[in-house]
């Protein structure tokens, strides 16, 4: 089977107030694509992907009005996508929700929220963590409450999936560089905590001897290898390793072993003030060591790096015009 991770930017914006495709040529969030031609580039790349499962970080939005499932559901149905049935966790306020679209002939899945405790709260609750060593407990929440979900294959086999994204915020409102370093550190510190409580549910799973899969956009973000010295460890580092066992992902420790070579990327960003791009490793699938032992086989789908992706110009074509992430796919026998 093959299941997928994929950050669509600005997804929300291709969908009308009654969670219709818009298929004109007004223009889309991305720079200089309409949203004919984002729509059409998005249905090419989940129809090349043919993936069983996706998860869809920065799905459209869900609110008084738009309904993120029927959205999803939607653009697979003008798409005739194979994974057509799309479940979601609780809904946020940031226009980016998290998503699962799959296919259900070969998958089920279904929102499984695991019940809070005072330690390890429930996605949608409060954190407490001491975040500057003040003897004092800070409050956290997830600006993007991960999703759970409790799978299930045609074949029988049972798993939990947690997709997520975690986002370190751009220090917005800074009246100087003093204070913008005061809030990037107050920013990353949240993060990181928020790293801590998701680690803490996987611990939580393995315990109770629950295969576990880890999906979305761990996104550490560009610029912050500023702070490693202050903070020690990643985000990446914290969800991927803890008591109950670690999880594996090959780019992940590649990138992690190699912080002064070559690693893997995910993501392409434009930047304005350096007129060049910037590439990053941000979207993961990382598997606990049950379903490792079943012999996955990754692949991001990067149309510069990867080499089917660069000899197929449609597709390589269609993956730029998408979004500024990649999609990253898993096949396993399951």
């Known amino acids: 089977m093959r299941f997928a991770t994929y950050n669509v930017e600005w997804f929300t914006s291709l969908f009308d107030d009654d969670s219709r495709l818009q298929m004109d040529t007004a223009w889309s969030a991305r720079h200089n694509v309409t949203r004919a031609e984002q729509a059409t580039a998005l249905g090419e790349v989940f129809r090349r992907l043919d993936a069983d499962a996706v998860l869809v970080v920065e799905a459209p939005d869900a609110n008084s009005k738009r309904q993120t499932v029927a959205a999803l ?13 799309a479940v979601m966790g609780f809904m946020n306020e940031t226009q980016q929700e998290i998503a699962l679209l799959y296919d259900p002939d070969r998958v089920t899945a279904r929102h499984a929220p695991r019940p809070g405790t005072a330690s390890v709260p429930r996605f949608d609750g409060t954190f407490e963590i001491d975040l500057d060593i003040d003897a004092t407990r800070d409050q956290v929440r997830f600006s993007k409450p991960p999703l759970e979900l409790d799978i299930e294959t045609a074949s029988g ?14 220090p917005h409102g800074a009246r100087n560089t003093a204070h913008a370093m005061k809030l990037a550190i107050a920013n990353r510190r949240k993060q990181l905590a928020q790293a801590i409580w998701l680690r803490a549910r996987i611990d939580q799973l393995l315990a109770e001897n629950r295969p576990v899969m880890v999906m979305g956009d761990l996104n550490d973000g560009p610029g912050l290898d500023e702070f490693e010295g202050l903070f020690g460890r990643s985000s990446v580092e914290i969800v991927m390793d803890g008591p109950e066992g670690a999880l594996f992902d090959p780019h992940a420790r590649l990138a ?5 070579g070559a690693a893997p990327t995910s993501a392409r960003f434009w930047i304005q003030q350096e007129k060049r ?3 990053a490793l941000l979207d993961y699938i990382m598997v606990s060591a049950e379903l ?19 000899a197929d110009a449609a597709l390589r074509e269609a993956l730029v015009t998408a ?8 096949d396993l026998e399951i």
Do not use: N
């Open 73 to 85: 559901e939607d653009f697979a149905g003008h798409f005739d996508l194979r994974a057509r049935t």
């Open 323 to 330: 979004s500024d992430h990649f999609p990253v796919t898993m």
């Open 277 to 279: 791009y910037l590439q």
């Open 256 to 260: 992690l072993s190699a912080r002064l």
């Open 157 to 170: 086999t049972a798993f939990s999936l947690i997709g997520a994204h975690l986002k370190s915020k751009a």
């Open 292 to 310: 490792r032992d079943r012999g996955p086989a990754w692949r991001i789908w990067h149309p510069l790096d990867d080499p089917e992706c660069w």
